[in-house]
């Protein structure tokens, strides 16, 4: 047996001993064995503070996404390989699609959520507040990434989603990684792994993987590390009272198996689509990697008038399901991950069968394809059924890792929300109806115990990923039994391995930390407008006040013709009583299109290549006719862009922050952030 190696402090270093012995979980042959002992975790963790996050830490967030977007393209060259060590832990080729390609689609997803960060290695979070009257004192928020390592403790059942999901998000932020994937599992994840440390994309130290024992590495974490732990609640739980990690209050993320439901709408009939899309749903999730998912479906709620025809739908379902070696294109369920889980599911269903009934499948017995029943980890389907789902305790506690199941009837919506919430809190829950008034009270009345909650009808079946599917911008973890964490979740997940810290001082100084203009900052004068410059050429706070413009009546009516905006305010001096105006007041979008033609330079051609757009554009007091308005323009931030392909120009985005002013007391009238894509001087 080939024993696996552990990626640490820069080398491939094998355990003591033989270790742990991991098997085929199709044919029940040992294949691989896995041991840490003789590692020090102390050294493992501080190599990683010391090596890998300096090198993180001065990279930016473009320069990190673009990191994440190379990983993935290389990955991707090596497919094959992994496919076929997937299909080892009994996954089909479907099944490993999912964990592999998958996880390879968390890089491109949070790779391109580098153009949501600043090209900096810290970003700014929330708005600015100003502190004092005199605008000389001000605070904001800013976050930067933390100075130790982000620690992730995976389970069995997605060997590399469950570490490129995780080391997506905390790479993004500047934060290194040590991967403990779960031992029996672990041989593919140590596969991806070497192809990741071939590739020479990611720094040193920014990723170390260990196949085996964590041994006591809780023990040396520290209040700058992070700890994110997927599996069960007992074990999470166990975890996260740690000595070390409570003393120092090191952050502790646990996604937990949790009793995930579906609802059947009361509206769904089974002449509807949205019934055929129940049973499908169903199917699905109990089959998809033999059930093995955190996000499957425990507990399934139907109206009670339709218990018998959904059995029977999902008795026919189940049926068509192949099961045997993934290798046959015929199989579409494998097996579980090995023996030893599916001993411990079998024993979850002997406890779910204190108060239900198996109605399809079975404990003893499985017809499997190309293999060995009794050798390979295969089990039937089990679907129970459960009459007395509110005097049942079994089924709201007990969860069977596997491809199982219980149907329960219930009589309105809001006993289906009891129902839900009897889980005490999961991961998803969805509701199969055609009725918005249905989902709406089911969403708002259960959504408190549920991270995420698909509402699934005919109109978005085509692409809707799933009940089981947690995606890289939507949060993945839930309340109470399912961990109470959070993972993913696009920008919020990047923040959770980040230190946010408030500061304080004056506009200029907290512009020039930041390196983006705050409101009330002293600008920088040029003599060349800024409109004149190349991308490179540009500092933020450069600033020009434009000359003056009275707004006169006439361009009131012109706008109003040119535009066909003639609501009353506008155009109509008798019906102004009762209103917020004196007298016909300017189009704001005529106050901002004359401003444009304040601070934008005559026609000569210059290195802007377009207006992008415009944001936070706030009308702040009327203009009326008669009004003289000018503006202040401000270099606010700067984000590169980088090439599409060898034709496109080098450019990158600039924020301009607009102000206009008239002549009274209180002179602003209008504030806006404008974008524009300025080419780079190196084109020419």
Known sequence: MQQLENYI??????????????????TGAPNFTASTKGLDFKDILH????????????????ERGLMLKALALHLRNHLPKFYELSYQTGAT??????????????????????????NESFCLDGDPHGLGKAGTFMGHHLLVPKEGVAVHINAFNFPVWGMLEKIAVNLLAGVPAVVKPATVTSFLTEAVVREIAASGILPQGALQLICGSAGDMLSHVTAQDVVTFTGSAHTGLMLRSSEQILAN???????????NCIVLGKDVTPDMPEWDLFIKEVRKEMTVKCGQKCTAIRRIFVPEDKIEDVHIALGKALAQTTIGNPFNEKVRMGALAGNTQRNEVREQVQRLLASSQIIYGSLDSVEVIDADAQAGAFMSPILLLNENPFNSQEVHEVEAFGPVSTLMPYRTTDEAIQL??????SLVSSIVTADASIAKNFVLGAGAWHGRMLVLNAQCAKE?????????????????RAGGGEEMGGMRGVKHYMQRVAIQGSPEMITAITNQYMPGAAGIATRVHPFEKYFEELTVGEQIVTGKRTITDADIKAFANLSWDHFYAH???????????EQPVAHGYFIMSAAAGLFVPGSRKNPVLLNYGIDELRFTKPVYAGTTIHVRFTCKEKLPQELKDETDVPKGIVKWYVEIFDDSEDPIVGVATILTMVKMQSQV
């Open 9 to 26: 402090l820069g080398s491939w270093i094998k355990g003591d001993g033989q270790g742990q012995a991991l098997y085929n979980a199709v």
């Open 47 to 62: 190599y990683a503070r010391e090596v890998g996050n300096p090198a993180l830490r001065q990279m930016t967030f473009h």
């Open 93 to 118: 080729k479907a099944d490993s699609w999912i964990d592999i390609e998958g996880g390879i689609g968390n890089l491109f997803a949070n790779a391109s959520l580098r153009r949501k960060f600043p």
């Open 249 to 259: 209050n090191v952050p502790f993320n646990m996604e937990a198996d949790s009793l």
């Open 420 to 425: 839900a919430k009897m889980g005490k809190g």
């Open 464 to 480: 809707s990923t799933g009940h089981g599917s947690p995606l890289p911008l939507l949060v993945h973890g839930g309340p109470g």
């Open 571 to 581: 155009t109509d001096h008798t019906s102004l009583a009762g209103t917020l105006f």
